[in-house]
Structures are given as C-alpha cells and as structure tokens.
C-alpha cells in the first residue's frame, strides 16, 4: 500500500533552515509527482511546491520563492523541504502529498502524516 | 495566479440534512478541481477529483459538480462522520492553489 512517512517534529529559531523528509513505499516512486503543503494552527491548506523525481525539476508557490528547496532522492526514495531564513510564521504543520501523475496537472491521493515545526526563540 | 474561493466559510446542519458548498475560480479551470477532507486533528483526505468523480471509498453521499469557474460539494445526507472542513483545490497547472476550506458542523 501507498506509504508516505515524514521526519519528526522540529523546533528552529527564527532565521534558521529546516529540512523535512518524506519517504515513499507501495509504489514506483519515479512515476508520481511529490507536492509540499503546509497548514498554520487554526489555519487552511497551503501548496509550497511540487517536483517530478524523475526529471528533478521542482516548481514553486511565489510566496516560498527563494525560500524553499524542494529535492527528491531516487535511490532511497524520499523527497525533501528545505525552507529557509523561518519566522514564527512558519510555525506549521507541514505535509508531503503524492501527485496523481508527473505532470503539473495533478491532484493529490495520499499524503504523509505531517511534521509540526515550530519556530519560536 | 488562479485565486479559489469557498463558500460558506462555515455552516452547521442537522443529521439528514443535505448540504451544499460551493467554490469558484477566478479563471477557467476546466475540470481539474478535486475536493479534499480533513476531519479534526487528521490528515487531509481526497473526495473528488476530476470536479466530479469520486475516489475509491468514499461514501455515495458525496457528490459534486462543476466546470470552468464554478463548482459544487454536495452531502446527500449529513451524517456525524462528515464533520470536518472541507478544500477545494485546482490542479490545472501550478500553483495548485487551495480555496480558504469549509468548516461543517453539526446543528
């Protein structure tokens, strides 16, 4: 079955980086897209970006440009987030999500059970 | 980019009732909308995708609706393990830009 396994909670300073990793299991992990989504407290469901393992090619919300480093590692199957320069707005729930194919135009079918990072000094 | 908007932002109804949310795009999207829905404290969960097709196990009580900019989230029939807020979210091309969610309570 479709397994997406996320790192543990984290707990950064404010300008620290943060790297959350997410492995996938139960199926070919070069044919599906991985998307990043993160959810504040009390908040609603927010798309960072995406990448296509296969072709190693990562798209970006606007918003986490410069910001975010989404990567993929075939060989153990796992994808990661980078995000960069957190604030206490970055304090979230964030979840890795398997796209329903490799392209852009891809909904998400499973997810991860999410990783609470939390910034605070 | 695409802004998705939901409405209502909340509703409470009875068991039994049918309910009805909407969400529109600021631009044509054909019909690469899914719905998504997190019960409290879980992980999201698909609905829909396609605006209308349902994914494998979900209950036949869900329904929905729509292409181009306007599309609709039916409940036949609420029952108490429907609670939970509920997402639309584009997926035509990227950003795969969510809507603000739908919070559905029960009366």
């Known amino acids: 079955q479709v397994q997406l396994v996320q790192s543990g909670a984290e707990v950064k300073k404010p300008g620290a980086s943060v790297k959350v990793s997410c492995k996938a299991s139960g199926y070919t992990f070069t044919s599906y897209g991985i998307s990043w989504v993160r959810q504040a407290p009390g908040q609603g469901l927010e798309w960072m970006g995406g990448i296509i393992p296969i072709f190693g090619t990562a798209n970006y919300a606007q918003k986490f440009q410069g910001r975010v480093t989404i990567t993929a590692d075939k060989s153990t199957s796992t994808a990661y987030m980078e995000l960069s320069s957190l604030r206490s707005e970055d304090t979230a729930v964030y979840y890795c999500?398997?796209?329903?194919?490799?392209?852009?135009?891809?909904?998400?079918?499973?997810w991860g059970q999410g990783t609470l990072v939390t910034v605070s000094s | 980019d695409i802004q998705m908007t939901q409405s209502p932002s909340s509703l409470s109804a009875s068991v039994g009732d049918r309910v009805t949310i909407t969400c529109r795009a600021s631009q044509g999207i054909s019909n690469y909308l899914a719905w998504y829905q997190q019960k409290p404290g879980k992980v999201p969960n698909l609905l829909i995708y396609g605006a209308s097709t349902l994914q494998s196990g979900v209950p036949s009580r869900f329904s929905a609706s729509g292409s181009g900019t306007d599309f609709t989230l039916t409940i036949s029939s609420l029952q108490p393990e429907d609670v939970a807020t509920y997402y639309c979210?584009?997926?035509?091309?990227?950003?795969?830009?969510f809507g603000g969610g739908t919070k559905v309570e029960i009366k």
């Open positions: 979210q584009k997926y035509n091309s990227a950003p795969l830009t």
């Open positions: 999500a398997r796209e329903s194919g490799f392209s852009s135009s891809s909904y998400l079918d499973y």
